[in-house]
């Protein structure tokens, strides 16, 4: 293309000088008719490039560019056809996004796209049953000022979308969504909306069951209980070789004590999303006192327990809730790890917030088991949870003590070198006193 340019152009200027030659043969004057010649020639391509900026500024779409010859010609006539084919390229997008947009209309889950800073861009027919958005009205609306609950404010401020947020519709209290937030391009964000109102009647009525049930199997237990107690103090005078069989009955009985403890627990978790009280917590002082009874619980086994706790650093929160989750972390660290062997507490501070850790050389866990620790009755080992007279209930009662105070819980572990468990609460839960 470029040498057909030159050669053109070459052409064209050879020319221009013949006629000037001959005009100044004619004339007697080649000075002037070189200058005459080349100011037409200038001329020429000024016209030319004033209609193509003619047409540039004040073209309407899709209209042709000017007719031309010579150069010219051929930089309209390319502009032409890079103009058809831009026309067929927006022609197959349009056509793909109208095929997107009926296909995610046609979706019974809400689909809403946000640009970076939440306002909305476009959405289904489906965000309009469900969260009850109106169009146009609403286009170019903050999302955070149509779904005005708090845990959807911090949800969405936060910027940590892996896990999906579940709330009550805002245009009927009995429909419950699920929300699930993907950022994509330039920081916008896609929104999946659907509904779970069914699992999530379904997951009430479990809590319910199991809440009841519990409640229910907590007298007769007593009762048992203390007839056993009773008969242990009076043994002598029953039968000796009853002695046995009586203390393996008190022992399975506190067991399941323990464990409708541990359920009625979970479910009053589960009832609310954030604690009733939210006051600041000497968390040094509470795991000198965890520390004291694990040593207690270790006994025989002769752990080297060691603490490592900032003083000056407080978290806000319920100090019954957290000295469950916390203690449940160190007695498993205690039951599990090997006499003699060392379990390390740490809780430190920094910029993203506190951190409180349980670390220890036991056994340690298979990687394929970690993602279902906090499984309720999730056993990794069925006979080694048997002996230690766990309930399988414990890392679920922490993982939802942490969500109520907003934090995460990260597990490591390696077989034969032992695990860590870590809670991250995020720096708003936290205060560091002078």
């Known amino acids: 293309m470029n040498q057909n340019w030159r050669g ?22 080649y000075a002037w008719a070189l200058v005459l010649g080349l100011g037409a020639y200038l001329a020429w391509h000024v016209k030319q490039l004033l209609r193509l900026h003619h047409w540039l500024r004040h073209r309407q779409p899709d209209e042709a560019p000017p007719e031309g010859y010579g ?62 958005l109106k169009t146009p009205q609403d286009s170019g609306q903050s999302i ?43 920081h916008e964000h896609l929104m999946l909306v659907r509904d779970v109102t069914r699992l999530y009647q379904l ?41 046995r069989a009586l203390q393996q009955m008190q022992q399975q009985g506190a067991r399941m004590q323990n464990l409708l403890n541990d359920l ?56 019954t809730e957290l000295r469950s989750a916390f203690s449940n972390l160190v007695f498993n660290a205690v039951k599990y790890t090997p006499a003699e062997g060392e379990i390390r507490i740490r809780w430190w501070g920094d910029e993203q917030g506190g951190h409180f850790s349980v670390a220890d050389n036991g056994p340690g866990i298979e990687a394929k088991h970690l993602p279902r620790l906090t499984e309720r009755f999730y056993r990794v080992d069925s006979s080694r949870a048997s002996n230690t007279g766990g309930t399988g209930i414990g890392l679920a009662i922490v993982k939802h003590v942490l969500l109520r105070h907003r934090a995460r819980l990260d597990i490591a572990s390696t077989p034969g070198k032992g695990s860590t468990f870590t809670c991250h609460f995020p720096a708003q839960q936290v205060i560091r006193r002078s």
Request: proline fraction near 3%.
């Open 71 to 132: 150069l010219w010609g051929e930089v309209f006539d390319n502009i032409y056809h890079l103009q058809r084919r831009d026309q067929r390229v927006r022609g197959r997008l349009q056509a793909v996004i109208d095929r997107v947009q009926e296909s995610t209309a046609a979706l019974r889950d809400a689909v809403i796209m946000l640009d970076r800073d939440g306002n909305l861009e476009w959405w289904n027919r489906a965000a309009e049953t469900l969260l009850g």
């Open 144 to 186: 955070s000022n149509l779904l005005r609950h708090p845990r959807f404010k911090e949800y969405f401020e936060q910027g940590n979308y892996q896990e999906a947020l579940e709330l009550p519709s805002p245009i009927n209290d009995h429909l419950r969504l699920q929300l699930q937030i993907t950022q994509y391009g330039n």
């Open 203 to 243: 997951e009430q009525m479990r809590k319910d069951f199991v809440a009841n049930v519990s409640h229910e199997l907590r007298t007769p237990l007593t009762v048992i209980a203390g007839y056993l107690e009773t008969l242990l103090d009076n043994v002598e005078e029953v039968n000796p070789r009853w002695l």
């Open 8 to 29: 053109a152009v070459v052409r064209h200027l050879l020319l221009l000088v013949v006629c000037c030659a001959l005009l100044g043969l004619i004339s007697g004057e």
């Open 264 to 319: 009625l627990l979970l479910a009053k978790l589960e009832a609310t999303d954030y604690p009733s009280d939210n006051q600041p917590i000497a968390i040094d002082l509470l795991l000198l006192s965890i520390k004291n009874d694990a040593q207690a619980l270790s006994a025989a086994k002769h752990h080297r327990i060691s603490l490592e706790a900032d003083a000056h650093l407080k978290l806000k929160g319920s100090e």
